[in-house]
């Protein structure tokens, strides 16, 4: 098993696509826009998810069972759009004014159970301006974290069940950032507020079903395997790969995270216009067909751990040899003709 990330001395690939990309295509500018759409698809997302909550708890905790399959078949996927809806709302990609797409963020925060919309806004513009660099993405597993899991596939289960406690450990090394500001504190007091109007008017069970439907959208499902798709990989020669599959419509094109990291001023609805308008740049790199599949190589296949990343190298840092870490050198790069990921 390798101790270390896969280390590369180059800047990320995306920047410089997305120039060639403008260059070739300039017409990709009327693709960015913002979509007040989006907001109405919250809150329809907020009911629907509030509507299921309710009928659960009349339904009461005989029902568990239930819950549970209404969860993992309809609930994950709601949750899994709330979490798209707060990644384009980090990206003011909704309304023009920051405060309304923070306020969109909080609002399809609410069937999570837990105030993540505004640390993930924190983070994520982050994590887009210093991919793979340890000190500054959070999308980078901790190193005992990753460590710790190994790559024995019960752990690794046991990890993408547990996703969100994990993340909530990478902040904290994590260098200029500022969590505790007060759209944080107004995010925390408007879940808890609806937690507990949740527990009032649906009960305990009906509170039950959300926070099946949470573990779900970040685990154990095939939406769960996203967090797998974007970064994850073992073959070192491509460090973001997108997923072209079904679930892509009721995911709101999540899958479309090469298109998203190299045009991320264009919102969800627009990822698939991007990809058909410049072929050439994407037809040729390595992507998924079936998150399901990718959920169980992950989990079973032990040549994916969580040190399965590119880090990126700081400037005067001195690069190894090649070995278990294994390096992305100056001369090899990161290619961008790849071809179809097969199992």
């Keep these: 098993m390798h101790d270390s990330f896969y280390q590369s001395v180059l800047d990320q690939p995306h920047p410089s696509r997305a120039r060639a990309i403008i260059k070739a295509h300039p017409g990709v500018r009327q693709l960015m826009v913002r979509n007040p759409y989006t907001a109405l698809l919250a809150l329809s997302t907020v009911v629907l998810q509030t509507s299921i909550a309710f009928l659960m708890g009349k339904l009461g905790f005989d029902y568990w069972w239930l819950s549970l399959l209404v969860a993992y078949g309809v609930g994950a996927f709601v949750n899994h759009a709330n979490y798209v809806i707060i990644h384009d709302a980090t990206h003011n990609l909704i309304l023009r004014s920051k405060s309304w797409n923070k306020m969109i963020g909080i609002l399809a925060d609410f069937p999570n159970l837990t105030p993540g919309a505004m640390a ?19 999308d980078l597993a901790n190193h005992w974290e990753a460590q ?11 990890w993408l069940m547990l996703f969100p406690f994990f993340q909530l450990t990478r902040p904290p090394r994590l260098k200029a950032i500022t969590m505790w500001d007060r759209w944080f504190f107004v995010n925390f007091a408007c879940v808890a507020v609806y937690d507990a109007a949740i527990v009032y008017f649906c009960g305990w ?31 070192f020669d491509q460090e973001t790969t997108s997923y072209y599959g079904p679930i892509n419509r009721v995911a709101l094109n999540m899958g479309y995270h090469n298109e998203h990291h190299d045009l991320p001023s264009i919102p969800w609805n627009n990822l698939p216009k991007l990809r058909a308008m410049a072929p050439e740049f994407y037809d040729t790199l390595k992507y998924h067909s079936s998150w399901s599949r990718l959920l169980f190589q992950f989990i079973f296949d032990k040549r994916y751990t969580l040190f399965s990343r ?26 961008l003709s790849a071809r179809p990921i097969n199992f």
């Design 205 to 235: 069970a009906g509170l039950l079903y959300l926070a099946f439907s949470f573990f779900f959208s970040i685990g154990l499902h095939p939406v769960g395997a996203r967090w797998i798709q974007e970064h994850y990989t073992y073959e």
């Design 148 to 158: 710790l899991v190994g790559n024995k596939w019960y752990r690794k289960a046991l």
């Design 120 to 138: 993930f806004r924190v983070f994520h513009l982050k994590h887009h301006s210093h991919q793979g660099d340890y000190e500054y993405d959070a």
């Design 310 to 335: 590119i880090e990126r190298m700081k400037q005067g840092e001195e690069i190894g040899s090649p070995g278990p870490g294994g390096i992305v050198d100056s001369i090899s790069g990161v290619d």
